[in-house]
């Protein structure tokens, strides 16, 4: 690229697999990686603008009802042998399990099911509830979570923590998002996130990928 030209950003407007799938698994196995690597918090998020490690620029410009998961294969160059995949960090997560509370007489239901609401929404703990269970992400260290369950000591109820990459197929788009999301830290406000969709938006030279040659710097070509 000459010397003072405009930087060209990548859009990646859907994946073409991921690395857990066999096929890939086997294509990848002496191919070069380059990771994107995301917190939770940016995960959840369609719409995205990151450099990788290796400082190529991405924008995701995914379908709003959808989020990346770990392994995400964003852009495959079959001559090179190189790849860029998604490698997403994300934190444990509490299952209050409500099963056993459920066989109690409905006044017992109600009153622990009130309390538990109570326990929680009194730490500010984002949770999303499923059946009989109840997620809540790491929003402090686990041991003052447990202390805080263990406080309550509400009869009938179950905890234990599960790695949140374990929990996160069972969730809907919307409910990783308050699950991880949620979990983020303040400096991950509204407003940050309104600041990269507005500058994504924006970008006036960008380079659309059709998922297979990173290395070609074109305009207005989309996946297929």
């Known amino acids: 690229m000459p010397a003072g030209a405009e930087k060209i950003m990548i859009i990646i407007e859907s994946t073409i697999?991921?690395?857990?799938?066999?096929?890939?698994?086997?294509?990848?196995?002496?191919?070069?990686?380059?990771w994107l690597v995301l917190d939770q918090w940016e995960a959840q998020k369609s719409r995205l603008r990151k450099a990788t490690e290796?400082?190529?620029?991405?924008?995701?410009?995914l379908d709003r009802n959808t989020h990346l998961h770990d392994g995400d294969i964003l852009l495959w160059n079959?001559?090179?042998?190189?790849?860029?995949?998604?490698?997403?960090?994300?934190?444990?997560v509490m299952v209050v399990d409500l099963t056993a509370v459920m066989e109690e007489p409905l006044?017992?239901?109600?009153r622990t099911m009130f309390e538990l609401g109570h326990a929680l929404g009194n730490q500010h703990w984002p949770?999303?509830?499923?059946?009989?269970?109840?997620?809540?992400?790491?929003?402090?260290?686990?041991?003052?979570?447990?202390?805080?369950?263990k406080t309550h000591a509400l009869p009938g109820i179950s905890y234990a923590f599960m790695p949140g990459s374990e929990v996160i197929p069972y969730m809907a788009p919307?409910?990783?998002?308050?699950?991880?999301?949620g979990a983020s830290e303040a400096s991950h406000s509204?407003?940050?996130?309104?600041?990269?969709?507005?500058?994504?938006?924006?970008?006036?030279?960008?380079?659309?990928?059709?998922?297979?040659?990173?290395?070609?710097?074109?305009?207005?070509?989309?996946?297929?």
């Open 78 to 92: 079959e001559q090179d042998q190189r790849a860029v995949i998604a490698r997403i960090n994300l934190k444990d």
């Open 127 to 149: 949770a999303v509830v499923k059946g009989t269970r109840v997620f809540v992400p790491l929003t402090v260290d686990r041991k003052v979570m447990a202390s805080v369950m």
């Open 190 to 224: 509204h407003g940050h996130e309104h600041q990269h969709e507005h500058e994504h938006e924006h970008e006036h030279e960008v380079g659309h990928h059709d998922g297979h040659d990173h290395h070609r710097e074109q305009r207005h070509v989309h996946n297929h």
């Open 107 to 110: 006044e017992l239901v109600a």
């Open 17 to 34: 697999g991921n690395a857990s799938e066999p096929d890939w698994a086997a294509r990848l196995r002496n191919a070069a990686i380059d």
């Open 54 to 61: 290796n400082h190529v620029e991405l924008a995701l410009s």
């Open 174 to 181: 919307h409910e990783s998002r308050r699950l991880f999301g």
